[in-house]
C-alpha cells in the first residue's frame, strides 16, 4: 500500500506541530520517522491514522485521496497505528481485547477468536496467554496483542510509535523480525522513533522531522552524523561519568524481601553511599521497581532492614522517608507523580514549607518563574500540568524535588526523552550527587546504565546480582547478565 | 472579543430561558395561564419586608451546607451525606437545650457549637467509613441519611415525647432561652444570617487561598500523585468531611433553633440534598453560590402563593429548580461539545 502525505497542517492553539509536512511511503518498505521529543511525528501519524483531522493537507492512499473522521474509517482502509502508550482496555483479557473493534457479529465467538489469535501468535513466535488479563501483561506483550489485533483486522499499513520504548532486548529483537517479515509480505511500515540505532538497523528510508516541519530525508546507510544534525540542527557529545569518590553510606539494606502477588524479591543486601550512583538492570518486571518502592517506604520489606543514614526505617510511612530526605520521581508522570489539573505555580507551591495558613502566591510565582527558567520548561506558571510536553513534565518534576536530598529514586529517568533532554537531565542528576546526594535508577537502555552509573546491579525473576562495577563492565556483557546468564544469584 | 461576550452571556443564559420554556409548557399542561402564574411567582418575592426577611431565613442553611459541600466537592468527595450531618448537629442541639438551664447569652452559644459538633462527628464517621473501611462515600453517606432520620423518629416517639403523647409535630417546643433572636418580628434570625455569611466567606478564602485547600484540591484531581507529593490524603479528606459536617451541623441546629423551635421528623427537610443542586449548579464557584441560592430560596418561598392564588400545585417551585440545573448541565456540555468542535476545525 502507498502512502502519500501532502503538505499536511496542524494546529493546537497557537502551536503549529505540523506545518506543511509532506511524506512518502512505498509498499513493502520501513520507513523512518525520525525527530526529537516534540518534532510533531505523533501529531502527523494521529491524522494519518483518523485519530484526529487536519487542518489541510492531503492523504492519498495508493494514489487515491481519502478522509478519515476516526481510527474505525482508517483501519477499514487498511491504516492501523500502534500507540506509544497502549490504547488497549487493562481490565479485559487477552482474547477479548482481541475481539474488540471487529464488525459483522454481535455475539462473541470466542472459540473463533481464540484459534484466530493463536494462528497470528505462532506466526510470529509471540506467546500470549488469551485468559490472561491485559492488566498484567509487560509493554512488550501488550503491544504484540495490539500488533496482532490490528492484522486480524486485515490492515495492510501499520504505524509504530516509539515502539521500542519500555521493553526488553529479546522483545525488540522479535519485534524488528516480525516487522521485516511483513515488510517483505507487501506491508507498509511506519517506524517512528528519536532512537537513531533502531532506524538504522530497520529501516530503508527514514524522513526527519523538526519543529513540525521536514528537515531533511535519507537513504539506508544511513550516515549517523547527518540524522543527528537533521534532528538537532548540531552534533552532540556524550556526557561521561563524573568521578567522584563515594562519601559515607546512606543507604543499606540487610536481608530484605517484599513480596506482591506478582512478584518476590528476597535477601537483597545493598549499600548505597552518599554520592553514589546505582543503576539497576533488568528485564521489566523483574524487581527493580519493587526494590526501589521499599527504599522509599511506599512497599514495606516483610523481612529485612531498611536503614537511611543509620536509622532503621523498615516500617515506617512514606512520609517519613519524605522528611529523611529521600525523593522518588516515578515514570508514571502523570498518574504518581504530579497533578494535571494543577498549573506549575500550584505545584511550587504545594512544595513550598508552609509557614502559616495561607499560600505565598507572589513568592510561590517567583520561584515558579525561576525553576521554569533554570530548568528550562517550556511554559508559564500558569500552565497546567497536564498540558506540557512529556519532556517538559520530566523537567518540572526534576525542578520540583527538594534541595540537598540524601537519596533520589528514579524509575527510567530519560524514557521517552530525545537525545538533548537526557543529556540535560543527566547533568543535573551528576550535579545532584555532586552535592552528596545518592542516586538509585532503573533504565532500560544499556549504554545509559554503563555510561552513568558508578555501580550497577542486575534483576531477573526477582533475584537481584552482585554488584558489579560499570567501569568494568560492557553493553554487551551487561546484556547477557539480564538474560540471566552468567552470574551467580 | 465583543462576540466572545455575547456568545458568554448567550450560554449564561440559556439554561434559564429553556426552564422558563418548561415552565410554561407545564403549567399550560395543567391548564393555568403562564404569564400570570409567572407574574405571581415574581410578585411573591417582593411582596413585603416580610417576604424578604422570609427568604433570607430560607438561604441560612441552604447557604451553610452548599458552603460545606464546597469543602468536599474539592476533595473530590461526593458528600451525599450532608443531610445526616444536618440531622446530627440538630439532635446534638436538642439535646444541649434539653439537658442545660441556662440564661439565652449562654444557651444559644452552647447550642450551636454542639450542632457543629454533631454535624463534624457525622462527617467523620462517613470519612472514617470512606477511607478506613473503604466504603464508598456515597453508599456510606446515603446510608447513613436513612439512620439519622430513624434516629430522630425513635427519639421523638421515644425517650424525647412530649408528656401528652408523641405526634409527628415533634418535641415540645424549646424554652424561650433557646429561640434565636429574630429580626423584628419576621422569621429571619440576624445571627443566622451573620453565620452563614461567614462560611461562605472562609470557605472561599480557603479554598482559593490557603495550603490546605491547594492540598484538597490536589487530591480531588489525583489523590495518588497527592499522596507521592507528600500530603497525608486520608487525613485530608477526613478533615473535608468534618468541616463539611460542622457547617451543615450548623444548619441543622438553627432549624431548630430558629425555624421551628424544636426537633421535628424530617428536621434537614431536603435541603441537603438541594445544597448540592445548589453546588452543581454555581459550576463549584463559591462566589456564585449566594446568587443560587438566592434563587433557590426565592422560588421556595413565592411558589406557595401560586397554590393559594391559583389553586396550583406548590411543588411547580421544585421543578423549577431541579430543571434550571438539568438544563445549566445540559447547556454546559453542549457548550464544551461545540467548543471541541471549533477547536478541531481551526
Known amino acids: 500500500m502507498n502512502i502519500q502525505l501532502a503538505e499536511i497542517v496542524k494546529s493546537f492553539g497557537t502551536l503549529r506541530a505540523n506545518d506543511g509536512v509532506s511524506l512518502s511511503v512505498a509498499a513493502g518498505t520501513i520507513h523512518g520517522l525520525l525527530g526529537e521529543n516534540g518534532a510533531g511525528k505523533t501529531t502527523l501519524m494521529k491524522v494519518l491514522s483518523g485519530y484526529q483531522p487536519c487542518d489541510s493537507g492531503t492523504i492519498r492512499v495508493d494514489g487515491r485521496e481519502v478522509s478519515f473522521d476516526s481510527p474505525e474509517e482508517a483501519i477499514a482502509a487498511g491504516i492501523g497505528m500502534l500507540h506509544q502508550d497502549p490504547m488497549d482496555v487493562p481490565a479485559l483479557s487477552v482474547l477479548e481485547n482481541f475481539d474488540l473493534g471487529r464488525d459483522g457479529h454481535q455475539i462473541l465467538n470466542r472459540r473463533r477468536a481464540r484459534s484466530e489469535l493463536a494462528r497470528h501468535c505462532r506466526r510470529f513466535g509471540f506467546e500470549l496467554d488469551p485468559d490472561a488479563l491485559v492488566g498484567s501483561l509487560t509493554v512488550g506483550e501488550r503491544q504484540q496483542l495490539e500488533m496482532v489485533r490490528l492484522l486480524a483486522l486485515g490492515v495492510r499499513t501499520i504505524i509504530l510509535d516509539e515502539p521500542t520504548t519500555g521493553i526488553s532486548a529479546p522483545q525488540k529483537a522479535l519485534l524488528f523480525e516480525t516487522l521485516r517479515e511483513l515488510a517483505q509480505e507487501g506491508l507498509s511500515l511506519i517506524f517512528v522513533s528519536h532512537k537513531l540505532d533502531d532506524v538504522e538497523q530497520l529501516c530503508s528510508r527514514a524522513t526527519v522531522l523538526r519543529s513540525g516541519r521536514v528537515s531533511g530525508e535519507a537513504e539506508a546507510p544511513f550516515d549517523a552524523d547527518k540524522l543527528v544534525s537533521l534532528m538537532f540542527g548540531q552534533c552532540l557529545s556524550e556526557v561521561g561519568r563524573s568521578d567522584i569518590a563515594p562519601g559515607e553510606p546512606v543507604l543499606a539494606l540487610d536481608g530484605v524481601s517484599v513480596r506482591s502477588h506478582r512478584l518476590q524479591i528476597s535477601d537483597i543486601d545493598l549499600t548505597v553511599r552518599a554520592g553514589e550512583v546505582v543503576g539497576l538492570a533488568g528485564l521489566e518486571g523483574s524487581g527493580q521497581r519493587m526494590l526501589m518502592q521499599a527504599c522509599a517506604g511506599l512497599v514495606h520489606a516483610h523481612r529485612g532492614k531498611v536503614a537511611l543514614d543509620g536509622a532503621d526505617l523498615t516500617r515506617a510511612a512514606y512520609h517519613r522517608y519524605l522528611d529523611a530526605g529521600v525523593a522518588y520521581v516515578p515514570a508514571a508522570r502523570l498518574e504518581e507523580g504530579m497533578v494535571g489539573g494543577l498549573t506549575i505555580r500550584e505545584h511550587v507551591a504545594l512544595a513550598q514549607e508552609p509557614t502559616g495558613l495561607m499560600v505565598r502566591w507572589t513568592e510561590a510565582e517567583t520561584q515558579a518563574q525561576g525553576r521554569i527558567a533554570s530548568y528550562r520548561v517550556v511554559g508559564r506558571p500558569e500552565t497546567y500540568v497536564a498540558s506540557l510536553s512529556g519532556g517538559n513534565q520530566q523537567r518540572l518534576l526534576l525542578a520540583l524535588l527538594p534541595d540537598h536530598l540524601k537519596l533520589l529514586i528514579l524509575e527510567h529517568p530519560t524514557r521517552g526523552l530525545d537525545i538533548e533532554s537526557t543529556r540535560w537531565v543527566w547533568n543535573r542528576l551528576h550535579a545532584r550527587r555532586q552535592e552528596g546526594t545518592a542516586l538509585l535508577y532503573t533504565s532500560t537502555d544499556l549504554d545509559e546504565l554503563v555510561a552513568h552509573s558508578d555501580r550497577i546491579v542486575v534483576f531477573s525473576g526477582g533475584q537481584m546480582s552482585a554488584p558489579v562495577a560499570a567501569a568494568d563492565i560492557t553493553c554487551e556483557a551487561l546484556g547477557y547478565l539480564i538474560g540471566g546468564k552468567g552470574y551467580e544469584a | ?346
Open chain 2, 1 to 346: 472579543m465583543r462576540r466572545e461576550r455575547l456568545t458568554k452571556i448567550g450560554y449564561g443564559l440559556a439554561p434559564v430561558l429553556l426552564t422558563l420554556v418548561l415552565a410554561c409548557v407545564i403549567l399550560l399542561l395543567a391548564g393555568a395561564n403562564p404569564l400570570r402564574a409567572l407574574g405571581e411567582l415574581f410578585l411573591g418575592v417582593f411582596e413585603s419586608g416580610r417576604k424578604v426577611a422570609d427568604i433570607a431565613a430560607a438561604m441560612v442553611p441552604l447557604l451553610l451546607c452548599a458552603s460545606g459541600m464546597l469543602i468536599t466537592f474539592a476533595a473530590g468527595l461526593w458528600n451525599i451525606g450532608v443531610e445526616g450531618q444536618m440531622i446530627a448537629g440538630a439532635l446534638m442541639t436538642t439535646w444541649v437545650v434539653r439537658s442545660v438551664e441556662a440564661p439565652a447569652a449562654l444557651l444559644l452559644p452552647l447550642t450551636i457549637l454542639a450542632g457543629m459538633l454533631g454535624g463534624a462527628l457525622w462527617g467523620l464517621l462517613i470519612g472514617a467509613l470512606r477511607t478506613y473501611g473503604r466504603i464508598n462515600e456515597i453508599f456510606a453517606g446515603l446510608g447513613l441519611n436513612y439512620l439519622g432520620a430513624a434516629l430522630t423518629n425513635y427519639l421523638i416517639f421515644g425517650p424525647w415525647k412530649p408528656p401528652d403523647g408523641a405526634t409527628m409535630s415533634g418535641t415540645e417546643p424549646f424554652p424561650q432561652a433557646a429561640w434565636m433572636p429574630t429580626i423584628g418580628s419576621t422569621r429571619a434570625s440576624w445571627l443566622g444570617i451573620l453565620l452563614a455569611i461567614g462560611g461562605i466567606v472562609v470557605v472561599y478564602i480557603l479554598l482559593r487561598d490557603s495550603y490546605w485547600g491547594l492540598k484538597l484540591k490536589a487530591i480531588g484531581l489525583n489523590d495518588r500523585s497527592a499522596h507521592r507529593l507528600g500530603i497525608d490524603t486520608r487525613g485530608n479528606m477526613l478533615l473535608a468531611f468534618m468541616a463539611c459536617g460542622l457547617l451543615a451541623g450548623l444548619a441543622g441546629s438553627l432549624r431548630t433553633t430558629a425555624v421551628y423551635h424544636r426537633l421535628i421528623p424530617s428536621i434537614s427537610g431536603g435541603i441537603g440534598y438541594l445544597s448540592q443542586l445548589v453546588v452543581l449548579l454555581s459550576g463549584l464557584r463559591a462566589q456564585i453560590v449566594p446568587l443560587v441560592v438566592f434563587f433557590f430560596s426565592a422560588v421556595q418561598v413565592a411558589s406557595p402563593r401560586l397554590e393559594l392564588r391559583m389553586g396550583l400545585d406548590s411543588s411547580i417551585g421544585g421543578v423549577l429548580q431541579s430543571a434550571m440545573v438539568l438544563f445549566f448541565l445540559l447547556v454546559r456540555g453542549f457548550r464544551r461539545r461545540i467548543q471541541a468542535e471549533q477547536e478541531v476545525a481551526e
